[in-house]
T-cell receptor, first 113, second 118 residues
Framework: AQKVTQAQTEISVVEKEDVTLDCVYETRDTTYYLFWYKQPPSGELVFLIRRNSFDEQNEISGRYSWNFQKSTSSFNFTITASQVVDSAVYFCALSGNAGKSTFGDGTTLTVKP | DAGVIQSPRHEVTEMGQEVTLRCKPISGHDYLFWYRQTMMRGLELLIYFNNNVPIDDSGMPEDRFSAKMPNASFSTLKIQPSEPRDSAVYFC????????????????FGPGTRLLVL
């Protein structure tokens, strides 16, 4: 069975602060993929990043960065210098050999001006 | 590419009525997923298809829910009869089959259908 835990239900920061969203996962598969999706107030789900279980290199994309630690089964997401437009619900997801994804409950990020 | 297309975008219906949600996956994607999102339960996978065949429908809540995929470019999710507790946002997503060593590829979501059952 797969499980994704996003322990932070809600986070509130002031613009320009850095913020890290935590994601911890469980799986018995040796090959799996981890994802982050963003759901802004408009409701659509936007894909942000995918990492496979064999690649633990951290990734940076502009103000976004991801830290994959297989040893602790974590895939954390950091937004540097947050902006109001970053306000959204962020979902971490895991996809294993069965082909279907398991989503965490999401973390609601509010960035105040 | 137009992305995953869902219709209708909004649906308001009365309890007991039949509701049909539609999805057109991205061309070339042979996996299709139906999700339901509510405040109480978050994102739940209802069912998914591979090459038009239902693979796992264990997330379908009740016999009132049914899904079909008659061809590679169209799927429906039907609720009959609908109940107020079915009110939710229903997402459709699709993805391609990965290469042999990459069994999981990114899912791309449609805009969702907001269903309200009165």
């Amino acid at each position: 069975a797969q499980k994704v835990t996003q322990a932070q239900t809600e986070i509130s920061v002031v613009e320009k602060e850095d913020v890290t969203l935590d994601c911890v996962y469980e799986t018995r598969d040796t090959t799996y993929y981890l994802f982050w999706y963003k759901q802004p107030p408009s409701g659509e789900l936007v894909f942000l990043i995918r990492r496979n279980s064999f690649d633990e290199q951290n990734e940076i994309s502009g103000r976004y960065s991801w830290n994959f630690q297989k040893s602790t089964s974590s895939f954390n997401f950091t937004i540097t210098a947050s902006q109001v437009v970053d306000s959204a619900v962020y979902f971490c997801a895991l996809s294993g050999n069965a082909g279907k994804s398991t989503f965490g409950d999401g973390t609601t990020l509010t960035v105040k001006p | 590419d137009a992305g995953v297309i869902q219709s209708p975008r909004h649906e308001v219906t009365e309890m007991g009525q039949e509701v049909t949600l539609r999805c057109k996956p991205i061309s070339g994607h042979d996996y299709l997923f139906w999700y339901r999102q509510t405040m109480m339960r978050g994102l739940e996978l209802l069912i998914y298809f591979n090459n038009n065949v239902p693979i796992d429908d264990s997330g379908m809540p009740e016999d009132r829910f049914s899904a079909k995929m008659p061809n590679a470019s169209f799927s429906t999710l039907k609720i009959q009869p609908s109940e107020p507790r079915d009110s939710a946002v229903y997402f459709c997503a699709s993805r391609p089959t990965g290469t042999p060593k990459r069994t999981s590829e990114t899912q791309y979501f449609g805009p969702g259908t907001r269903l309200l059952v009165l």
